[in-house]
């Protein structure tokens, strides 16, 4: 085996080892073959950090390439509706002071808000509809998106203490658009757009 190759398998591990340990596992499950992905443009090699400059967009694409093939991917400005109750990660949006390195930015933030940095929750109810803000791709892993409900939403949220920050514009929601392999050993439920909403209104 070439040392190209072999990193490229190294590369997978943290995200299919842990799903496919999970599995086999489970008492019954038969091993399951998995094809190893590698697209085209990856690795551009570069003796200076020995073709794991792009680790990150590989890594992105293989989970892309598992999405469903027959799934609606979300665009911007599109209205989707909760077909069951859910919980969605929020966000709030803060710019900071360019004079503020990223360290104290983030210490104001834990200091006036406590548990508010990235990961936690809002319950959306069944019925909410959410508008899907910019994506990054055609067929985006992960989207941000805001309940048409949002000034309802804000107070019940965002602590007084965070949205009378300098710099605070908003919050955001943050949610996968369909599961992949490297949610097979997460725990808990995850919600996922495919999974927990419905198209109800297109840009068109």
Same mark, same amino acid.
């Given at each position: 085996?070439?040392?190209?190759?072999?990193?490229?398998?190294?590369?997978?591990?943290?995200? /299919?080892?842990?799903?496919?340990?999970?599995?086999?596992?489970?008492? =019954?499950?038969?091993?399951?073959?998995?094809?190893?992905?590698?697209?085209?443009?990856?690795?551009?090699?570069?003796?200076?950090?020995? =073709?794991?400059?792009?680790?990150?967009?590989? /890594?992105?694409?293989?989970?892309?390439?598992?999405?469903?093939?027959?799934?609606?991917?979300? !665009?911007?400005?599109?209205?989707?509706?909760?077909?069951?109750?859910?919980?969605?990660?929020?966000? $709030?949006?803060?710019?900071?002071?360019?004079?503020?390195?990223?360290?104290? /930015?983030?210490?104001?933030?834990?200091?006036?808000? $406590?548990?508010?940095?990235?990961?936690?929750?809002?319950?959306?109810?069944? =019925?909410?509809?959410? !508008?899907?803000?910019?994506?990054?791709?055609?067929? $985006?892993?992960?989207?941000?998106?805001?309940?048409?409900?949002?000034?309802?939403?804000?107070?019940?949220?965002?602590?007084?203490?965070?949205?009378?920050? $300098?710099?605070?514009?908003?919050?955001?929601?943050?949610?996968?658009?369909?599961?992949?392999?490297?949610?097979?050993?997460?725990? =808990?439920? !995850?919600?996922?757009?495919?999974?927990?909403?419905?198209?109800?209104?297109?840009?068109?």
């Amino acid at each position: 085996m070439s040392r190209r190759t072999l990193l490229k398998l190294l590369g997978l591990l943290p995200i /299919a080892g842990p799903a496919i340990a999970k599995l086999l596992m489970k008492p =019954g499950c038969q091993p399951v073959i998995v094809s190893t992905y590698f697209p085209s443009h990856y690795p551009k090699w570069d003796k200076l950090v020995d =073709g794991l400059e792009c680790v990150g967009k590989w /890594a992105s694409d293989i989970e892309r390439a598992q999405l469903p093939g027959n799934m609606l991917f979300p !665009r911007a400005g599109q209205i989707w509706e909760a077909v069951q109750d859910c919980d969605v990660a929020f966000r $709030p949006c803060i710019a900071f002071p360019n004079s503020e390195s990223q360290g104290t /930015a983030h210490l104001r933030l834990l200091q006036a808000s $406590p548990g508010l940095i990235m990961g936690a929750m809002v319950r959306i109810r069944k =019925g909410e509809k959410i !508008r899907i803000l910019e994506t990054d791709d055609p067929k $985006p892993l992960l989207i941000d998106c805001v309940p048409l409900c949002y000034d309802e939403m804000h107070e019940r949220i965002v602590p007084a203490e965070t949205r009378n920050l $300098p710099g605070y514009s908003g919050y955001k929601l943050h949610l996968k658009t369909a599961r992949t392999i490297a949610d097979l050993c997460q725990e =808990g439920n !995850r919600t996922f757009l495919n999974e927990a909403f419905k198209l109800v209104h297109d840009t068109n």
